[in-house]
T-cell receptor, first 113, second 117 residues
Framework: KNQVEQSPQSLIILEGKNCTLQCNYTVSPFSNLRWYKQDTGRGPVSLTI?????NTKSNGRYTATLDADTKQSSLHITASQLSDSASYICVVRANNAGNMLTFGGGTRLMVKP | GAGVSQSPSNKVTEKGKDVELRCDPI?????LYWYRQSLGQGLEFLIY????????KSGLPSDRFSAERTGGSVSTLTIQRTQQEDSAVYLCASSLALSSGGQNEQFFGPGTRLTVL
């Protein structure tokens, strides 16, 4: 069964600090992995997409890594801002799944001043 | 429109009543998806449409749930005889047609928060 697990479930950090969110998956065969940011009361918005051959991809202060061998991904947030407070969802697509996705449970991040 | 829109944004209903949720996808997006997000839980896939057809309905939790899409655009998700466990946020997403790489991003709407009393 395809599964995506994220850790930690929740995280509180001070503004300006860095943090790293983890995602482990068992989706096979792997196609791509996206990190989404979901603000409270809003739909998820894609931050990055990573395919099998990509190890690192950055989007501003967000940097995603992918280790396809160990089936792990991380999302690193640098110099956090209050607006980074949100849920971060790891989503993995399998090659044989049409355009359907397996969602992780998300990490709820709170950035405090 | 600029993005995926959903209506209503909030719906409170009594147990046993039927509800209809609406999704307007991004213009030109042929694929449309419905998800359910219960409090503190991850997104649960319900159904997707390619054009007006729904190749995979396996995610619908019961026969009280149905969805349709007409004209390759607007979709409605109907829940009959609502139960308290149906309370959740129902998210709709749309994307361009499937590509061989399958990298088409799904753009999400803001969701409909359904509360069944």
């Amino acid at each position: 069964k395809n599964q995506v697990e994220q850790s930690p479930q929740s995280l509180i950090i001070l503004e300006g600090k860095n943090c790293t969110l983890q995602c482990n998956y068992t989706v096979s065969p792997f196609s791509n992995l996206r990190w989404y940011k979901q603000d409270t009361g809003r739909g998820p918005v894609s931050l990055t997409i990573m395919t099998f051959s990509e190890n690192t991809k950055s989007n501003g202060r967000y940097t995603a890594t992918l280790d396809a061998d160990t089936k792990q991904s991380s999302l690193h947030i640098t110099a956090s801002q209050l607006s980074d407070s949100a849920s971060y969802i790891c989503v993995v697509r399998a090659n044989n799944a049409g355009n359907m996705l397996t969602f992780g449970g998300g990490t709820r991040l709170m950035v405090k001043p | 429109g600029a993005g995926v829109s959903q209506s209503p944004s909030n719906k409170v209903t009594e147990k046993g009543k039927d509800v209809e949720l609406r999704c307007d996808p991004i213009s030109g997006h042929t694929a449309l998806y419905w998800y359910r997000q219960s409090l503190g839980q991850g997104l649960e896939f319900l159904i997707y449409f390619q054009g007006n057809s729904a190749p995979d309905k396996s995610g619908l939790p019961s026969d009280r749930f149905s969805a349709e899409r007409t004209g390759g655009s607007v979709s409605t998700l109907t829940i009959q005889r609502t139960q308290q466990e149906d309370s959740a946020v129902y998210l709709c997403a749309s994307s361009l047609a499937l590509s061989s790489g399958g990298q088409n991003e799904q753009f999400f709407g803001p969701g409909t928060r359904l509360t069944v009393l």
